[in-house]
């Protein structure tokens, strides 16, 4: 089954060509990485998918909803269903970890105090983390901590859909293996689907089970590191050398 279908995307900022006609898709529990030069357009990719910007002529059909033609209520109900994990965690500063992690639950469900609050120590679980956790604030978490709470409120709702932009940045190379290994548990446990923009060379030869190559406003490559190296040895030599 297909999680996200892009089809035809063409995106233009003025008169400026980012994407020429793009094809993609990506199947349930992968992790599909989108990869490309500093200025091929990655992130712009993702924030589409997540209907934070508009492309010019094509369509995204995410979990079965084409992102052009739903509705209101469709749209809410997309938001629910997937969970983001932006560059550096993106976590409010100026709430608990408890409640960053709490807020999606307490503004997308009617669950009581004491479910929310169980709720929210399962996830912080599930990601490595122990309760003790839960009181602190982001300045007093380490690199490797805020990505853990971040992919643990993204996970809130039981997403089966996680988007991924550059999670690795920031951190030393330990805290990154360690969270290359978390996110094969959390696709494996959970079934969970995901798009990941990486720069990070271990994570793409770690975890990603397909991906794509942006360049010269193309797809210039799409499939598995294999396949790849046994097409284009430059291209691999240039992504994951």
């Known amino acids: 089954m297909k999680v996200v279908e892009a089809i035809n995307i063409s995106t233009k900022f003025e008169d400026k060509l ?9 199947n349930e529990n992968e992790i599909f990485g989108i990869l490309g030069g500093s200025g091929a357009g990655k992130s712009v990719l993702l924030r589409q998918m997540l209907a934070l910007d508009e492309c010019q002529s094509g369509e995204y059909i995410i979990l079965g909803k084409n992102l052009r033609t739903m509705s209101e209520a469709e749209a809410l109900e997309l938001r629910q269903s997937w969970g983001v994990v932006f560059q550096f965690g993106a976590l409010f500063s100026f709430f608990t970890v408890f409640e960053n992690v709490a807020l999606p639950l307490k503004e997308y469900t009617k669950l009581s105090e004491l479910s929310i609050k169980e709720l929210v120590y399962m996830k912080l679980n599930m990601v490595g983390l122990d309760e003790n956790v839960a009181k602190l604030y982001p300045s007093e978490l380490s690199g490797g901590m805020v990505k853990r709470v971040a992919i643990a409120r993204a996970l ?29 548990s959390l696709k494996e446990g959970l079934n969970l689907s995901m798009i990941m923009v990486t720069h990070d060379k271990d994570s793409m030869r770690n975890t990603l089970d397909r ?31």
């Open 18 to 26: 980012i994407h020429d006609k793009l094809n993609f898709f990506v």
């Open 156 to 184: 809130a709702l039981d997403s089966k859909l996680l988007f991924l932009d550059e999670p690795t940045s920031g951190l030393d190379p330990k805290s990154s293996r360690d969270f290359d290994e978390l996110v094969l």
């Open 211 to 241: 991906f794509l190559i942006l360049k010269d406003k193309k797809i210039a490559f799409i499939g598995n590191h294999e396949e790849l190296l046994a097409t284009n040895k430059a291209l691999y030599e240039q992504f994951m050398g």
